[in-house]
């Protein structure tokens, strides 16, 4: 399957994977016939892409990370715990989501060699708790490259599910308005740190986490400006899950950006805004090229992506759209210079 921007969708396509709100409720399932109905319905809620089904293109099952069931169901209890906190003033306590942690761990420790290859669908409404989901397991899968104790990645999952629990005391006009905010919405926006201090301070290491996830190793973050040693894996773990997410994720006023995009801002950032061995753990779990990716070669062949090998990021396997030779870029003597936009990756796939 491959994900295919709204405005692209045409009846006849086929959904490629289930798409849920925070609520958990099924908006679009998988294998439904998209219709010109269905198109107006999504374009009206704001989602901005769907994964489907091509046939044509040979694409192979890519497998999530995360069952839809975890994740959806990790999403649900982050709403459910943010919210209630929000609305009552009280802290969340540790029990409360300490198993959906565990849940998640447990699953990510079996699928370890699998690197993040999907983009999660989300409203706009909704990327609170999608974005403190993805968030969450990428910082788990770097803590697991790294070789964390069980113990250890509870913490940091317990940390990295709810490093954004302080933006729920933060308007949505604010957090959800299109465009650069203004210097006073800015600052209203950085005192999200002080606030996960306040919805978290029952879960002492989720709360230092939800203080010091914009904290960067070259003391130029925030609130405090912690710099060096003085600032813990944990934290920057999670820092680099928030930064790529939130880069990647498509948002109904701009499109995600791709996530070579977003690799290659972590990966000059080491040893600057994040520990130069954090940065490594995290990159190799994530794809730099996803399945279904269409990307020009360094000899002009334009090519889809089939599957990144685990620890090779920058090198997926590829097939040319052209004469559908398979070219695993591992080991050939290629490389891929640039990621077509949708505008003309489309056409392309429509003439096939």
């Given at each position: 399957?491959r994900r295919v921007s709204t405005e692209f969708l045409t009846p006849g396509m086929v959904v490629g994977r289930s798409i849920f709100n925070s609520r958990g409720q099924v908006l679009l399932?998988?294998?439904?016939?998209?219709?010109?109905?269905?198109?107006?319905?999504?374009?009206?809620?704001?989602?901005p892409c769907v994964y489907v089904k091509d046939d044509r293109l040979q694409l192979p099952i890519v497998i999530d990370v995360l069952s839809d069931a975890t994740r959806v169901t990790a999403?649900?209890?982050?709403?459910?715990?943010?919210?209630?906190?929000?609305?009552?003033?009280?802290?969340?306590?540790?029990?409360?989501?300490?198993?959906?942690?565990?849940?998640?761990?447990?699953?990510?420790?079996?699928?370890?060699?699998?690197?993040?290859?999907?983009?999660?669908?989300?409203?706009?409404?909704?990327?609170?708790?999608?974005?403190?989901?993805?968030?969450?397991?990428?910082?788990l899968l770097a803590g697991i490259s790294l070789g964390f104790t069980r113990e250890r990645l509870q913490l940091l999952g317990l940390g990295a599910l709810f490093h954004d629990a302080g933006?729920?005391?933060?308007?949505?006009?604010?957090?959800?308005?299109?465009?650069?905010?203004?210097?006073?919405?800015?600052?209203?926006?950085?005192?999200?740190?002080?606030?996960?201090?306040?919805?978290?301070?029952?879960?002492?290491?989720?709360?230092?986490?939800?203080?010091?996830?914009?904290?960067?190793?070259?003391?130029?973050?925030?609130?405090?400006?912690?710099?060096?040693?003085?600032?813990?894996?944990?934290?920057?773990?999670?820092?680099?899950?928030?930064?790529?997410?939130?880069?990647?994720?498509?948002?109904?006023?701009?499109?995600?950006?791709?996530?070579?995009?977003?690799?290659?801002?972590?990966?000059?950032?080491?040893?600057?805004?994040?520990?130069?061995?954090?940065?490594?753990?995290?990159?190799?779990?994530?794809?730099?090229?996803?399945?279904?990716?269409?990307?020009?070669?360094?000899?002009?062949?334009?090519?889809?992506?089939?599957?990144?090998?685990?620890?090779?990021?920058?090198?997926?396997?590829?097939?040319?759209?052209?004469?559908?030779?398979?070219?695993?870029?591992?080991?050939?003597?290629?490389?891929?210079?640039?990621?077509?936009?949708?505008?003309?990756?489309?056409?392309?796939?429509?003439?096939?």
């Amino acid at each position: 399957m491959r994900r295919v921007s709204t405005e692209f969708l045409t009846p006849g396509m086929v959904v490629g994977r289930s798409i849920f709100n925070s609520r958990g409720q099924v908006l679009l399932r998988e294998s439904t016939l998209v219709t010109e109905r269905y198109i107006e319905r999504l374009t009206l809620l704001g989602v901005p892409c769907v994964y489907v089904k091509d046939d044509r293109l040979q694409l192979p099952i890519v497998i999530d990370v995360l069952s839809d069931a975890t994740r959806v169901t990790a999403m649900v209890k982050v709403r459910n715990l943010l919210e209630n906190a929000g609305d009552s003033g009280l802290a969340i306590k540790p029990g409360e989501a300490s198993a959906t942690v565990h849940n998640m761990v447990d699953e990510l420790l079996r699928h370890r060699n699998t690197v993040v290859n999907l983009t999660d669908i989300r409203l706009d409404d909704d990327y609170l708790f999608a974005h403190s989901v993805n968030s969450c397991v990428m910082a788990l899968l770097a803590g697991i490259s790294l070789g964390f104790t069980r113990e250890r990645l509870q913490l940091l999952g317990l940390g990295a599910l709810f490093h954004d629990a302080g933006k729920i005391l933060v308007p949505k006009a604010i957090l959800n308005k299109p465009g650069t905010l203004s210097p006073q919405e800015m600052e209203i926006v950085r005192q999200h740190p002080e606030h996960g201090m306040k919805v978290l301070r029952n879960i002492p290491v989720a709360r230092d986490i939800a203080y010091r996830h914009h904290e960067r190793y070259d003391g130029t973050g925030y609130p405090r400006g912690i710099k060096g040693t003085a600032l813990d894996e944990l934290s920057q773990l999670t820092g680099m899950a928030d930064v790529f997410d939130a880069l990647t994720a498509n948002r109904q006023y701009r499109p995600g950006h791709p996530h070579r995009e977003a690799y290659e801002y972590l990966a000059a950032g080491g040893n600057i805004h994040f520990e130069m061995h954090l940065v490594a753990a995290f990159l190799k779990n994530v794809a730099a090229y996803p399945c279904g990716e269409i990307v020009e070669l360094s000899d002009k062949t334009i090519a889809i992506v089939l599957e990144t090998p685990h620890g090779f990021p920058l090198h997926p396997t590829v097939r040319a759209l052209s004469t559908g030779r398979v070219i695993a870029l591992s080991a050939a003597q290629l490389n891929i210079s640039r990621v077509l936009l949708a505008k003309e990756s489309e056409p392309l796939i429509k003439a096939l």
